[in-house]
């Protein structure tokens, strides 16, 4: 069930990943998402919208300017593990979680 605005389109969560263990432990999470893309372009985001993901910082401002929720995807990830594909379950053993961020751009 999506929430809605009243006069509005519903709201949408997004989940970005283009890691199949990413995907698989947000599965896990019980996370509901109506999209799940791997590349997400700012511009369909709309306000009220949330985006879920590790997303580069300026996309995440993007986002956040749109006026969408962004929630960051982190995890303590050892050296050793980095440039490697994590399993969903690797995930939940580094403790990966989501947190809400609101980012946005220092004034020049």
């Known amino acids: 069930m999506q929430c809605t605005r009243p006069n509005m389109r519903p709201m949408t969560i997004?989940?970005?990943?283009?890691?199949?263990?990413?995907?698989?432990?947000?599965?896990?999470?019980n996370f509901h998402v109506d999209a799940l893309?791997?590349?997400?372009?700012p511009a369909q985001v709309q306000p009220g919208d949330t985006v879920i993901g590790s997303l580069p910082v300026n996309l995440a401002a993007q986002v956040?300017?749109?006026?969408?929720?962004?929630?960051?995807?982190?995890?303590e990830l050892p050296a050793h593990s980095r440039g490697h594909e994590l399993s969903a379950t690797d995930m939940l053993q580094m403790g990966a979680y989501v947190k809400r961020f609101d980012i946005s751009p220092m004034p020049r």
């Open 14 to 29: 997004y989940f970005v990943s283009r890691h199949p263990g990413a995907v698989e432990w947000a599965a896990r999470q």
């Open 64 to 75: 956040c300017e749109r006026g969408a929720a962004y929630w960051h995807l982190s995890l």
């Open 37 to 41: 893309v791997a590349h997400l372009d």
